[in-house]
């Protein structure tokens, strides 16, 4: 397992832009955004390969939010822009040592490490 470190929520008006970051203290082959509403089950958001050049992204957020990682200094990253209302929840930044498909990107039971969440919320 590896420590993993969000950072950057806050609140946002709808259409505006935010960046969350996580820091990774060790090897994490595949990493992912996972975010949770209050009353709804983890959704999968965004995952990224190692080598940066696979990535998948859940239908909602698909135009609007980027995944990018910087191995070098252990990063992951999610740009999202455009928000809306619906994009308020806690994100979690995920990590596994394993090598994924890409149609298991975003299945929170191929991840061991998780963050401790941080808030984003969403004003219309």
């Known amino acids: 397992q590896v420590h993993l470190v969000e950072s950057g929520g806050g609140s946002v008006q709808a259409g505006g832009s935010l960046r969350l970051a996580c820091y990774a203290a060790g090897y994490a082959h595949n990493m992912a955004w996972f975010r949770q509403a209050p009353g709804k089950d983890r959704q999968g958001v965004a995952g990224?390969?190692?080598?940066?050049?696979?990535?998948a992204y859940t239908d909602s957020v698909k135009g609007r939010f980027t995944i990018s990682r910087d191995n070098y200094k252990n990063m992951l990253y999610l740009q999202m822009n455009k928000v809306n209302p619906e994009d308020t929840a806690t994100y979690y930044c995920a990590a596994t040592e394993r090598v994924l498909d890409v149609g298991d990107f975003l299945r929170p039971n191929e991840y061991n490490s998780w963050g401790q969440g941080t808030q984003v919320t969403v004003s219309s």
């Open positions: 990224i390969s190692r080598g940066a050049g696979t990535t």
